[in-house]
């Protein structure tokens, strides 16, 4: 076993042992295939390339204090990916199928997961893309279906510490009727301008507005988007929004503290009332935005003055953690102990 450093881990890509893989062809879903290659033979005129009738997923593995490895909520990433089938006209994966995967695939690359101590997880990224050789608009006979995982340490290098994000004005990430409910590689393509843009003025992420009116906070550059006052955890509703495992999972535990839990339209002047701002997702966790600059409009929202984060944040991050790690008991078996 090569010497990985845990600690030193980025979200990054770390070559594993092996995948899995499965076909569609004729009509059905093949058996599993495991494969040591971290390379995939597809014709130059398949519809994943041309037509970005592609759709992933993301979840983490965890490595408790009992040596036991913990998936969280995998079923919900399996049902989500049905849905974004729907959505880009791809075959559903049946949800056994994805669970047998993601199982056979984190068993095959046991030596990868991060011991506890590391805070680090096993990243799992399951994909579905559509294959065959076509060029009329259609969609494709023949899919593929692969899992891949990889160590990887915290999404942003700082760790649990504010971040700053911005409003740019001039750019949208989804449509309000269009595809940013699916977990679509195409969304991350139309954000990708924005992101580079953003990181270029020194903000970690975009916050988006809804794309009709500019007038109501939308999603948070690949992460959900929430607030915090008066004891309340505010989520936009939107159209345009991917639907977060870790948001839905933050409510039922912000609902646990005692908070009220407001899944409404937010317009962006109510942003200056939070008391606490944050964004979230499996790769994000919970990480708290220090300011919201909208810098087309000279407007600044502050969250955090004194580099930390706030108590709330603080608190839903632990809590979530500690589900995940297997440190506290595991009341609405979010948890699955693979091995
Ligand atoms: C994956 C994703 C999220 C986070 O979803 P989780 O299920 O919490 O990982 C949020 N927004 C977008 C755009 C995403 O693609």
Sequence with gaps: MENINWSELSFGYM???????????DGKWGELEVSSSELINLHMASTCLHYGQESFEGLKVFKGKDGKARVFRMDENAKRMQSSCRGIMMPELPVEKFEEAVRKVVKLNE??????ESGASLYVRPLLIGLGAQVG??????????VFVTPVGPYFKDGFKPTPVVILRGYDRAAPLG????KVGGNYAASLAAGEKAHELGYSAVLYLDAKEKKYVDECGPANFFGIKDNKYITPQSTSILPS???KSLMQLAEDMGMTVERRQIPEDELATFEEAAE??????????????DIDENKSYVFSKDGKPGPVCEKLYHQLRAIQYGDVPDQYGWVTILS
Excluded: H, M, Q, S
């Design 15 to 25: 070559k594993t042992d092996y995948n899995v893989r499965c076909y569609y062809r």
């Design 111 to 116: 030596r990868f997961i991060p011991p506890y």
């Design 137 to 146: 608009v259609r969609p494709a006979t023949e899919y593929l279906f692969i």
């Design 179 to 182: 595809t940013g409910t699916y």
């Design 245 to 247: 495992i870790t948001n």
């Design 280 to 293: 979230c997702g499996t790769a994000a966790v919970v990480t708290p935005i220090e300011r919201i600059d």
